[in-house]
């Protein structure tokens, strides 16, 4: 069976503008390659309801939003901006996500959310990064809705994320491990953050060899789940921890992304994986890890 990865048209509308880095093309590009890989199945997702987004964020917020986006956009916070197309873009890379975790829920296989605008900085009532709601966050709410109590989110973007982490840190039933780099963008993600032992942050400075990361992130994964298995695995997917992207100073490259992934299948087999699209500002170079991942997963 291929991979099915689930996107939303509205995902490729969102715009925040000429030079801003999180470029309509970085989907736009992955989905041209996606479709040409018969591993992999590209399946058109419904746009998320409100309810779903309400478990993570507040009716004042989403509502504004909502209304930013009505009057044609502007900026919420420094570099995150919104066009009239954004709101509808966020619904949509929600329910991608959704339609991702429903699939994996099913038994059916893996699963990926092709997404954009990205969602791991977004706090509870904040847009920051990017990032307008928190999506993996949203998914791992919508997983335990449907029975999967326990879920892990691995997240190897090259920032830290730091919504993600403030939305769950204080409850024991998601565990978290972030590999990033530091000193980066946003600050977060020291090691004795702990939340209530559900926290597994690995910062690591630029330049390193590329193995020092793929085993650093590892250890944290076997050390979050040495007593503790989930039912469920979330990967915040970003790619911009690989060699040249402009946002990152990491060294990976697509294999070691097909090394994560194998490994998280062979630790956790009774977890199914959605991976839900993060960051990764070189288009050519996103698909190219963005494939290495659905590769590992199929």
């Known amino acids: 069976m291929p991979v099915p990865v689930f996107t939303h048209p509205d995902c490729l509308r969102h715009d925040p503008g000429p030079g801003h880095p999180e470029t309509p093309a970085r989907l736009r590009v ?17 746009a998320a309801p409100l309810d779903a987004l309400l478990a993570v964020h507040p009716r004042a917020y989403l ?12 900026a919420l916070f420094l570099d995150t901006v919104v066009n009239e ?48 709601v928190a999506n993996a966050v949203v998914a791992a709410r919508h997983a335990q809705a449907l029975g999967r109590g326990r879920v892990l989110i691995v997240d190897w973007d090259v920032h830290h994320g730091n919504g993600t982490q403030a939305l769950m840190e204080q409850d024991a039933s998601i565990r978290y491990v972030s590999l990033h780099q530091h000193p980066w963008y946003p600050g977060t993600g020291m090691a004795d953050e702990r939340g209530v032992g559900n926290v597994f942050n690995v910062p690591r400075g630029p330049g390193a060899p590329p ?32 060699r040249g992207d402009p946002l990152g100073g990491f060294t990976l490259e697509p294999g070691h992304y097909a090394d994560l992934t ?16 993060e960051g990764g500002y070189v288009p050519s170079r996103l698909a190219d890890g963005v494939l290495a991942h659905l590769l590992a997963l199929a």
């Open 30 to 46: 992955l989905l041209e390659r996606l479709h040409t890989e018969p591993a992999v199945e590209v399946r058109a997702a419904q």
């Open 211 to 242: 193995a020092r990361y793929v085993d650093d992130l590892w250890a944290a994964v076997v050390a979050a789940t040495a007593d503790w298995r989930p039912d469920l695995v979330l990967v915040s997917a970003g790619f911009d921890a690989m």
């Open 262 to 277: 194998g490994r998280l299948r062979e630790r956790l087999p009774a977890a199914p994986i959605a991976g839900l699209l």
């Open 85 to 132: 197309a954004s709101w509808a873009a966020a619904l949509g890379g929600v329910g991608a996500g959704l339609a991702a975790v429903e699939y994996v829920h099913s038994g059916a296989g893996h699963a990926f959310a092709a997404v954009r605008p990205p969602g791991h900085h977004a706090l509870a009532s904040r847009a920051m990064g990017f990032c307008l």
């Open 63 to 74: 509502d504004s939003l909502a209304a930013m986006s009505a009057r044609g956009g502007g």
